[in-house]
C-alpha cells in the first residue's frame, strides 16, 4: 500500500440488511466492514446472506489498486447496485466473494 493509504477488514458485529425497492436483497449478522482512507465504511456480506437470484451478472468491471478488480451484479432500473472481487490483492483476502452494496441499513 501507498504511503498515507490504509484498508483494514474485520467481522462487523452489526447486523446488516439491503433492501431495494421494497424487496430485501440481503440480511447478514456474518458482515465483514472494510475501513478505506478517504472512503465510507463499507459492509461485504456472504454470498450465501445474499439474494443472488434477484441480481444478474453485469458486464462491468473496475479496478483499484488496492483491492483488485470487482465483479458487479444489477437489477432492473439499479445497474451495478452491488459489485464483489473474485480474486482480491492479498492485503484484502478476507472479502473474497463477499458482495458489497451501495446502499445499506446497518443496525
Do not use: N, Q
Amino acid at each position: 500500500m501507498t504511503t498515507g493509504h490504509r484498508i483494514t477488514v474485520e467481522r462487523s458485529d452489526r447486523h446488516v440488511r439491503v433492501v431495494h425497492d421494497g424487496e430485501v436483497l440481503a440480511d447478514s449478522d456474518r458482515a465483514l466492514v472494510l475501513r478505506e482512507t478517504g472512503c465510507p465504511d463499507r459492509y461485504y456480506l456472504p454470498p450465501e446472506d445474499v439474494r443472488l437470484d434477484l441480481l444478474t451478472p453485469s458486464d462491468t468491471h473496475t479496478y483499484c489498486p488496492f483491492k483488485g478488480t470487482a465483479a458487479y451484479w444489477s437489477r432492473p432500473g439499479a445497474d451495478d447496485l452491488v459489485w464483489a472481487y473474485p480474486d482480491p490483492k492479498p492485503d484484502v483476502a478476507g472479502i473474497k466473494d463477499h458482495l458489497c452494496f451501495y446502499e445499506v441499513e446497518v443496525v
